[in-house]
């Protein structure tokens, strides 16, 4: 069976051809496609079904970052329930009762609770009143998310490690934030490379534009990362 690397391709656009091509063309080298509020506000559930369609072996992320009142947030996962996402992201910070909400909306799907957004700085953090260890904050949101019922975790590649010692084995870290040696850091902060991820504890990566606007095309970018993340000896066949 050929190699499909833990990577979660992010699929950063509004246009839905453009995505379903895009997914279509690294399917052989990655195990999930995510897309974020841009492109679901823009498509909704067609956009979704078209790009399951054009990568039928891949899970589906949909990136919603949920965040509010419990009842609320209820109503959006009961919302998107048709679509049977395989995850479906909360903010961490919402707390316990908001994210146990949502867990009981879908109990088929794996609540992903987003911590320390990867675009904030040590320094930014601080100035949210959140103290100046961006580590700290994940792990006390983290724990309380697991506690909630929530199966994976965001996290950037600065704080896995932590999470992987001190989380259940069985919760799934997700770390976007990763960028490939050479790549541009784009809007994110707190950075590593895929296999440094990976060795840290991460279960998945996520990466988007180094794949999606690679010099040598989505299906040969895809390729090169998966390569190097299986000659690291990290990841699965499937």
């Known amino acids: 069976m050929s190699y499909k690397a833990p990577i979660v391709l992010a699929l950063d656009t509004t246009d839905q051809k453009t995505a379903c091509d895009w997914a279509q063309q690294a399917q052989d080298s990655i195990q999930v496609a995510k897309v974020g509020l ?97 580590s700290a904050v994940s792990l006390a949101w983290a724990t309380q998310a697991v506690d909630a019922g929530a199966k994976a975790i965001v996290t950037s590649p600065q704080e896995v490690a932590n999470l992987r010692k001190n989380l259940p084995a069985h919760i799934k870290l997700i770390t976007p934030g990763v960028r490939p040696i050479g790549s541009e850091m784009g809007d994110q902060v707190r950075v590593a490379t895929p296999v440094e991820a990976l060795q840290r504890g991460a279960d998945l990566v996520v990466i988007g534009r180094p794949i999606t606007a690679g010099q040598n095309g989505t299906s040969s970018s895809a390729a090169a990362i998966a390569k190097e993340i299986q000659d690291a000896g990290i990841g699965n066949s499937r």
């Not at 054009?54 to 609320?72: C, R, S, V």
């Not at 009961?78 to 109990?107: N, Q």
Request: aromatic fraction near 6%; charged fraction near 20%.
């Open 38 to 134: 841009e492109f679901f506000l823009s498509n909704g559930s067609n956009g979704v079904a078209a790009i399951r369609k054009a990568a039928p072996t891949l899970e589906f992320f949909l990136d919603l970052k949920l965040h509010d009142i419990p009842n609320t947030v209820k109503g959006a996962a009961l919302a998107v329930e048709d679509l049977k996402p395989d995850f479906l992201t909360v903010h961490a910070s919402g707390g316990f009762e908001m994210i146990a909400a949502a867990v009981k909306a879908l109990p088929n799907c794996q609540i992903t609770a987003v911590t320390v957004l990867t675009s904030i700085s040590a320094e930014q953090l601080a100035k949210l009143g959140l103290g100046i260890d961006p």
